[in-house]
């Protein structure tokens, strides 16, 4: 059973920084995409920025010189650097990962996700 877990979410003031964290956890061997989605009330769920094993990024154009993606694939762990954060930022943040092999070497399509870390620009 594979479970992502978020963490790093907070209230910060317009203009400050956070930094958040996804490990993933079970019996992975590897994962394919690790990314960030967001999705602010009223609002669809949506792409912040993805990530994949070889290096290639997937990113929103609204946080495109603001917020860098990476991660560490030995401990299965993906990274969101948020900078210049602006109230429209304000979105619960879900981790998500695709294309997980496991240790057992079945390699499975569907999404996983976490279950959201809340993140609040306000002054």
């Known amino acids: 059973q594979v479970q992502l877990v978020e963490s790093g979410g907070g209230l910060v003031q317009p203009g400050g920084s956070l930094r958040l964290s996804c490990a993933a956890s079970?019996?992975?061997?590897?994962?394919?995409?690790m990314g960030w989605y967001r999705q602010a009330p009223g609002k669809e769920r949506e792409l912040v920025a993805a990530?994949?094993?070889?290096?290639?990024?997937n990113c929103a154009d609204s946080v495109k010189g603001r917020f860098t993606i990476s991660r560490d694939n030995a401990k299965n762990t993906v990274y969101l650097q948020m900078n210049s954060l602006k109230p429209d930022d304000t979105a619960v943040y879900y981790c998500?990962?695709?294309?997980?092999?496991?240790?057992?070497?079945?390699?499975?399509?569907?999404?996983?996700w976490g279950k959201g870390t809340l993140v609040t620009v306000s002054s």
């Open positions: 990530l994949t094993s070889d290096g290639s990024t």
């Open positions: 998500n990962a695709k294309g997980i092999t496991t240790a057992g070497g079945l390699t499975y399509g569907r999404n996983y």
């Open positions: 079970g019996s992975i061997f590897s994962i394919d995409t």
